[in-house]
């Protein structure tokens, strides 16, 4: 793995963008930028990253950038690979195919984009989906998501969310498709490996990447980064891959996961954050909080069942 | 010709809808309420900084900061393994 001193120089989204200072969308995007370089069409459905492009006739992405409708990530992705595959085959241009990429938010992704990314998934179109999942819709005022955490605070749950989240990146495993991964902003350098192995590979792939959002989750901007630490080392964030149905864990999951540490205290990573304020003055806290820790233990033996499944 | 007056064109190339350029949301460094102050002393030259920073405002080798685009968001100062960087409050 390239150190990152050996990164590029490249930036993908450049100084002086309209997204808020300390936004987790533009800090992922320079480090996907780095790892696919300059030959790359990006694909974005309406969120923060569209709002971030800053006004005509100016533009804050390096590449071209086509805004599409919300339900449609997956199909405008396709047509758009497809129709420079066709053109490369008659020699219509030179040089590479350029990667095409989805960048989408947990909107996008979970809810209104499920449809035409799962077809595209089944299809197994040579696309780069990236979820960058802020867990709310943020862009347009803090609304619920599939990818909310049960229990948290949005506009449209004042009271904390009744529902648990959705497990979308399993949902996309269960597609075949060759290439699925969970990253996240505490650890750019292993989101740079995933891109850069997800771009070697033909078909489809996901890759979701854990965004905590300082004006949806009410924390400071500064703390962006330990957020997201502190979700992956309580294990409300997991981080594993599966390349060609082989799965394996990164970083402080990878510990967990073969039972070397305990998960670190749901509760630090859940009072970090103001969108939890009820829950924790609740008089359910504990039965609330328990119901959560068996949620999230679900989950992570659930992806370990699949580890060790080999059909 | 150009009417898109930029200080970054690709190939220069004419572009029908939007240029990349720096500053597409105006100047953003006037957002901001604090300035991180780097210590060279301190600084190791380590790039976390660089790496973490949301903007891309922060030079990579010299981590000289673009103070005309940097928000002031703080995340270099939680970041920096060193304590090389201190937010101070703008004047």
């Known amino acids: 793995m390239a150190g990152i001193k050996e990164w590029s120089d490249y930036e993908l989204s450049l100084p002086g963008n309209a997204a808020c200072g300390g936004c987790p969308s533009t800090m992922a995007l320079r480090t996907v930028g780095k790892a696919l370089g300059e030959n790359a069409v990006m694909i974005m459905t309406p969120s923060c990253a569209v709002a971030s492009i800053g006004l005509l006739p100016k533009s804050a992405y390096d590449i071209p950038t086509l805004n599409i409708c919300f339900a449609g990530a997956g199909v405008s992705a396709s047509a758009v690979v497809n129709a420079f595959e066709i053109a490369h085959e008659k020699g219509r241009f030179e040089g590479e195919v350029p990667t095409v990429f989805n960048w989408t938010g947990d909107g996008g992704t979970y809810d209104i984009g499920l449809q035409s990314l799962s077809a595209a998934a089944e299809r197994n179109d040579n696309i780069l989906h990236f979820c960058y999942n802020n867990e709310a819709y943020s862009n347009t005022g803090i609304q619920r998501s599939g990818a909310t955490m049960q229990f948290a605070q949005t506009t449209t749950t004042p009271g904390g969310k009744p529902n648990p989240k959705k497990n979308l990146a399993q949902i996309m495993l269960e597609h075949r498709v060759p290439y699925v991964a969970t990253a996240s902003i505490a650890d750019l350098q292993d989101l740079y490996r995933k891109v850069e192995k997800a771009k070697a590979i033909q078909g489809f792939k996901y890759i979701e990447i854990h965004a905590p959002c300082f004006t949806a989750w009410k924390f400071a901007a500064a703390d962006t980064v330990e957020i997201a630490r502190l979700a992956v080392k309580s294990g409300a964030w997991l981080l594993w891959e599966a390349n060609e149905d082989v799965i394996t864990f990164q970083g402080a999951t990878k510990q967990i996961a073969e039972g070397k540490k305990e998960p670190e205290a749901l509760e630090e990573y859940l009072s970090a954050q103001g969108r939890f304020n009820k829950l924790l003055k609740s008089p359910d806290r504990e039965e609330n909080l328990a119901q959560l820790k068996a949620d999230l233990a679900r989950e992570l033996a659930l992806i370990k069942h699949r580890a060790a499944f080999k059909g | ?91």
């Open chain 2, 1 to 91: 010709m150009n009417k898109f007056d930029t200080n970054k064109s690709r190939n220069d190339s004419y572009f029908p809808l939007a240029v990349p350029v720096k500053g597409a949301g105006g100047l953003t460094g006037s957002w901001r309420t604090h300035r991180p102050v780097l210590d060279h002393d301190k600084c190791v030259g380590c790039d976390i900084c660089w790496l973490y920073c949301p903007d891309g405002v922060i030079a990579r080798g010299t981590q000289k900061i673009d103070y005309d685009y940097c928000k002031g968001c703080g995340v270099c100062e939680k970041e920096c393994p060193t304590n090389a960087i201190r937010m101070e409050t703008e004047e």
